[in-house]
């Protein structure tokens, strides 16, 4: 499974995923900002412009403000609750970090929690972690033991729970649908380097306290 890690940009910079084989059609996980269609000209150039789809785990703009630019058409897997991020400034939070961000037009994919997404030759099953926002959601590949998991569990740390729709009160039972996985599982965040659960159990002071 290779899996290409790009930061573009300057402030508040996501990691944003790009997964699959030379050749083969992609998936990009949360399209941030691109402003020189740099994703686009790669995805051209290794995939041949081809994209299985578009994988959001959550809705705030640093994490969909490339869909904004991006010409390449693919469908967009987001939460159903998340859905209307996309279309919401205040939710999105760039009423209050960005021009107002507005993503219309968008083939939509709505899941919840526990969907097996297949896209491509990857099977993918929906986690939903609904502290950060009430939609937010990692995203499991059970055959590679990969998780993409969005601003939900960073290296030593988790995403914060004070933004609009966010919710301190899901925070503990939002981490222990992780805590299950398989140690060896590869986790890469929405932001900072990737790490494992194995040693998020050890290291994390999130997760050290919680019971498998």
């Known amino acids: 499974m290779k899996i290409e890690k790009f930061n573009i940009g300057d402030d508040y910079v996501c ?17 941030g900002a691109d402003p020189n269609q740099f994703l686009e000209k790669y995805v ?3 995939h041949g412009g ?3 789809g578009f994988l959001l785990t959550h809705g705030h703009y640093d994490h969909i403000e490339g869909l904004r630019l991006c010409t390449m058409k693919a469908p967009v897997y987001v939460h159903l609750l998340e859905e209307e991020f996309l279309v919401e400034p205040a939710y999105n939070l760039s009423l209050d970090f960005l021009d107002n961000l507005y993503i219309r037009g968008l083939k939509t994919v709505l899941f919840i929690d ?3 997404l297949n896209i491509g030759k990857y099977r993918i099953k929906v986690i939903h972690t609904p502290f950060h926002t009430r939609g937010s959601s990692c995203f499991y590949f059970e055959d590679e033991h990969v998780l993409f998991s969005g601003d939900t569990l960073f290296h030593l740390s988790v995403g ?4 609009l729709t966010g919710s301190p009160r899901t925070l503990e039972s939002s ?3 992780l805590i299950v996985l398989p140690p060896e599982t590869k986790v890469y965040p929405g932001h900072g380097p990737a790490t494992t659960i194995g040693d998020e159990l050890r290291l994390n002071p999130y997760l050290k306290s919680l019971k498998r």
Do not use: F, M, S
């Open 15 to 31: 990691n944003i995923y790009v997964i699959g084989e030379e050749g083969e059609p992609c998936i990009i996980v949360d399209p």
């Open 44 to 46: 051209n150039k290794h």
């Open 50 to 52: 081809q994209i299985a």
């Open 114 to 116: 526990g969907d097996i």
């Open 160 to 163: 914060r729970t004070d933004l």
């Open 175 to 177: 981490l222990k649908k």
